[in-house]
């Protein structure tokens, strides 16, 4: 894919609100086989798609990517002998040494792209659309859905949902939301209202699970309130939640990295796996960049000894 057509792909994997980041060559220093403007996704489970250069690079792209989309934070890094940039380097910039065969150095600029919060009203009341246009003004997903066109698919385990049916068919409504394992469900009503439809559904045989999951009345309790302060109410319950982490916050969830190992050669990071030409000696298993890497440990292991990593 070229660069055009990653741009496509990210657009596409952040509307599924799926968290990736996106790596573009900056700046390159030839030989390279990457150019200005070469771009990659690089996913929460560290699959690279697209190119920005090649076995040398890659690994040092995956790896700062996945702490990016930890952090939530930008990173510029520089991939290269640090003599290519002596003093120049501006603090703040990674930069990673590459000492693989070519002479080649990458300036590359890795974002984190996480997806928004995603907000499923459900109902037709003013109070519903008031929230649908207040959380959109914070820059949230919102999807306003009638109660009788609502389906637990229109959610996912990331979704807040907020049923405000006001009495039209709550209870199946509820049942339908509270099978999607949203990050929250709030049903607008009284508690008198709320225990009705809770006992309602317990009867019906709903997990005891899903159904302690839903908060009602939803919303900050800020007494007697009209119908839009109501709306800001429940908005304000959400940013609160979400600021303390209880439903979700703004980076990707960390994830288990993948095997590393060094070449014991050029001291390159790279996956302990069979792409990496791995090569058994004295009990230890080996990985390398290249297959020139792992013809000089062939021809003098014991040159080597003192890199040596276990995979």
């Known amino acids: 894919m070229d660069g055009w057509q990653i741009l496509e792909q990210a657009a596409d994997l952040a509307r599924r609100g799926e968290s990736f980041a996106l790596a ?22 560290g699959e690279l798609r697209g190119w920005i250069g090649g076995a040398c690079a890659e690994p040092a792209v995956i790896r700062a990517a996945r702490d990016v989309l930890t952090t939530g934070t930008a990173q510029l890094l520089l991939l290269g002998s640090p003599d290519q940039f002596g003093g120049t380097v501006p603090d703040g910039m ?4 590459v000492s693989c065969q070519s002479d080649g150095a990458l300036e590359v600029y890795i974002e984190p792209v996480l997806p928004v919060p995603h907000l499923v009203v459900v109902g037709r009341s003013p109070m519903a659309h008031t929230l649908a246009d ?8 919102a999807d306003l859905i009638d109660g009788t ?31 999607a394992r949203p990050a929250y469900l709030g049903l607008v009503g009284s508690a008198r209202r709320g225990a009705a439809v809770l006992g309602y559904l317990a009867d019906r045989g709903v997990p005891q699970e899903q159904l302690e999951r ?12 009209t119908h839009p302060e109501i709306a800001v109410a429940i908005l304000a319950e959400l940013v609160q939640l979400r600021a303390a982490g209880a439903i ?9 990295e993948p095997a590393e190992s060094t070449d014991p050669v050029c001291g390159m990071t790279v996956p302990a796996g069979p792409d990496s030409l791995p090569l058994e000696h004295d009990g230890m298993t080996y990985y390398f960049c290249s297959a020139g890497c792992r013809r000089s440990f ?6 080597y000894r003192e890199r040596e990593t276990r995979c």
């Open 94 to 97: 990674a930069v990673v040494p």
């Open 149 to 179: 066109d609502f389906a637990t698919s229109d959610a996912s385990e990331r979704s807040m949902i907020v049923v405000a049916t006001q009495g039209h068919n709550d209870e199946a409504v509820v049942e339908r939301a509270a099978a």
């Open 24 to 45: 573009t060559v900056v700046w390159r220093q030839g030989p390279s086989s990457s150019q200005p403007s070469s771009r990659a996704i690089i996913t929460a489970e």
């Open 248 to 256: 979700g916050g703004t980076a990707a969830p960390a994830r288990t």
């Open 214 to 225: 839903v908060k009602v009345p939803a919303g900050l309790d800020l007494g007697r309130t």
């Open 298 to 303: 062939e021809r003098d292991p014991a040159a």
């Open 134 to 141: 207040l959380s959109r003004a914070l820059g949230w997903r």
